[in-house]
């Protein structure tokens, strides 16, 4: 039975000192504290609205300030995406 062939390993050569230092720049660090304060922005909104019988935040925009509320959580959402 013919021998078969012994393959050479590559050298082993540690990464440069320049991509160590490297800095970080899509740090994602602002992602969760906005998620958050997005839901309890829509939240505290849509509360205050049921608490107050209509008058406040916006007496104006009457039932609307419901969909300001669930707005500012799909807010909430759509930022929930950029998370990793």
Known sequence: M??????KKADYTPPSSK???AIKLNSRAWVAPVMLAMFLI???WIV???VTDGSL????L?????????GFIA???GVSTQWK
């Not at 935040?57 to 104006?60: E, M, T």
Request: proline residues 6%; without cysteine.
């Open 19 to 21: 991509q160590a230092t």
């Open 42 to 44: 829509g939240l505290a």
């Open 57 to 60: 935040p916006i007496d104006a």
């Open 2 to 7: 013919p021998k078969s062939r012994i393959r």
């Open 48 to 50: 205050v609205f049921y």
């Open 62 to 70: 009457g039932n609307w300030n419901i969909v300001v509320g669930f």
């Open 75 to 77: 807010a909430g959402f």
